[in-house]
């Protein structure tokens, strides 16, 4: 039977959501297909979201993503400090991997977006695919690049990535160097039909009263609510693992029968960091979009200027986001001309391109 190992970053959510749409119709086209899972989201996230159950699911995945001093920022320093030892215990810790590929023996090995695992496979001769919008090599080098150790760091990068047989570069994506093996495919995301009577309903909200999703991702941090002021004719639907004291416009929505793409789907904007996922589900439901800056981070350009060609869009910056200082950029999405929604093609491309390394 063939089998496919996927080592998923377990930084955020986002890039488990990818890879797990992706493995859920694979398993599905590809009869008796085997999964192996490393690292990303908790196996009971993972477990639901597929069709089959995963052979292996091994969390202790080394990759280092980046420092965060806060869910909005990066630091830097900690960032190449945490690389730097990383590469003086890297054979050691290719080895590892190594050890967890070969007691699996896959035919192929997907990689969202780790570089250790990539390296492990192109040293057991083993196909391997990129899956992601950008790769660490790109983040890394946005930080730490200019940092003394950090380019030979960033380079050490790009020629493992470069080693990949292919790299699904999932729209929206960070435009890769020539050396990577990179194929765009469309969106990735899940969709829902809206459910706005019900949505009305679950919150005992009238008719035409306007809906604001608030969601800032999987990586909570404090929501400064407190110092926002009132939002006259709107209720706030908060989703989400951030801190948060009460607001008097605000329901908590995690309890809400309502899975979070038919929120997206049914609320008259979503306020958010820019992140994947959610900016993709915008994208592709029609729902205008408030994003709150983000500082630096070298996706954000690639992905709100993709956005914007779908939905309205509008930035927070940080001020204007603690304070609450945005209603009027919510009437601006709602009055602004709507493009036409963007196709989560992505699944189906991914798909096809892949079962040809399992047939």
């Given at each position: ?133 950008f790769h660490w090599g790109q983040i890394f080098g946005t930080y730490c690049g200019d940092m003394p150790g950090g380019r030979s760091i960033q380079e050490r990068l790009e020629a493992i990535y470069s080693a990949c047989d292919l790299f699904l570069a999932t729209t ?188």
């Amino acid at each position: 039977m063939p089998a496919l190992y996927a080592a998923i970053t377990p930084h955020g959510y986002g890039h488990g959501a990818i890879t797990v749409q992706v493995l859920s119709a694979l398993a599905e086209a590809v009869p008796g297909l085997r999964l192996g899972v490393a690292g990303g989201p908790p196996e009971p996230w993972v477990r639901a979201r597929l069709p089959v159950r995963p052979e292996l699911h091994d969390r202790a995945i080394a990759d280092p993503g980046m420092v965060n001093s806060d869910p909005n920022t990066v630091d830097p320093e900690a960032s190449l400090v945490r690389y730097q030892d990383l590469f003086q215990r890297f054979e050691a810790v290719v080895a590892e991997e190594m050890d967890r590929q070969r007691a699996f023996a896959p035919d192929l090995v997907v990689s969202n977006v780790g570089f250790v695992p990539v390296e492990a496979a192109r040293r057991l001769g083993i196909p391997t695919v990129g899956l992601a919008p950008f790769h660490w090599g790109q983040i890394f080098g946005t930080y730490c690049g200019d940092m003394p150790g950090g380019r030979s760091i960033q380079e050490r990068l790009e020629a493992i990535y470069s080693a990949c047989d292919l790299f699904l570069a999932t729209t929206p994506f960070v435009p890769m160097a020539k050396g990577i093996p990179a194929r765009a495919v469309g969106p990735i995301c899940a969709r829902a039909a809206p459910r706005r009577a019900a949505l009305e309903a679950a919150l005992g909200v009238a008719e035409g009263t306007r809906l604001a999703l608030i969601t800032m991702g999987g990586v909570g941090g404090p929501l400064p609510v407190e110092a926002w002021p009132r939002f006259p004719g709107w209720r706030l639907i908060h989703r989400g693992p951030d801190t948060c004291a009460g607001h008097p416009d605000m329901v908590q929505g995690d309890h809400l029968p309502f899975t979070f793409p038919e929120l997206v789907a049914s609320v008259d904007a979503v306020v958010t960091k820019p992140g994947y996922g959610t900016v993709t589900e915008c994208a592709c439901a029609g729902t205008p979009l408030l994003y709150r800056s983000r500082n630096d981070w070298p996706e954000t350009p690639h992905m709100m200027g993709w956005a914007a060609r779908h939905v309205a869009v509008e930035e927070i910056y940080d001020d204007a986001f603690r304070t609450g200082a945005f209603a009027e950029k919510l009437q601006a999405v709602l009055q602004a001309p709507r493009p036409v929604p963007a196709q989560p093609t992505g699944v189906a491309e991914a798909v096809d391109l892949l079962r040809l390394y399992l047939s």
